[in-house]
């Protein structure tokens, strides 16, 4: 009985990870949202829940058009850009943004030259050092997080950043204000891919992402490797947004 018992908690999570995409609409809402809640750091910014002042997590707009956004961090081990999704986005000249953080632009320093070369290809800040809590920094290191990388993506890109991103999401208000006295705007995101879910199935992404897409959405994917299906789904997320009259925008564009 007791090995039954742990044998059921144990293989329960790989079960409900390997479940077929829902065929409907409501199910699905149901399903994504076990996904998103079940992941501690994005709770508070799932789609569901009520985000503060400051917090961009929408274009400003009525138009149709979509940002799509890419976190570009390290957290343990070393991360390089996805080059499954680059090339495709690179292809098709779709513009898309980067949210690069201090050690992954260290890292991947030769790359990131280069797609900063391209007009379609926003690089924006991520931190320099990805601290998962910043909102148990003061002030000064908050500051300091932001200039420190604001200088690398410079020095690498000849470009200033004017967009930044918390990492893991997490934040409190001084936080925001903080980064706003230095002249920048926090861009989230409305829509999270949940991509860095290992039992995301491609299927699962798209019909996620195509569910919930209104107008002026930001939505955000992992370009560090952590997108595990994103290069394989971004296809027919975005070819089917096209067919529903979308257009892809950088943020910069709205925002600034
Ligand atoms: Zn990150």
Known sequence: MYYIIIIIIFLTPVFSGCKK????NSSLKKETLTINSGRKDSLKNNIFVDIPEGIITKLPTKENVIALTFDACET?????????????L?????????F?????????????KELSKLDFIEIE???FNHFQHMENLTSGQVEKEVTENENLIFEITGKRTGLFRFPGGNYNKQNIETVENLGYRVVHWRIPASDPDRHVTKG???KWVLYNAQPGDILIFHINGKGYKTAEALPEITDSLKKRGYRFVKPEEYIK
Not at 21 to 24: A, F, M
Not at 100 to 112: A, P, Q, T
């Open 21 to 24: 995409p829902p065929e409907d």
């Open 76 to 88: 343990k081990s070393p991360a390089y850009f996805d080059e499954g999704i680059l090339s495709y």
């Open 90 to 98: 690179i292809k098709e000249k779709i513009p898309f943004t980067v």
């Open 100 to 112: 690069v953080s201090g050690k992954f632009g260290l890292r991947n320093k030769e790359r990131l």
């Open 125 to 127: 800040n991520h931190s």
């Open 204 to 206: 699962r992404l798209v």
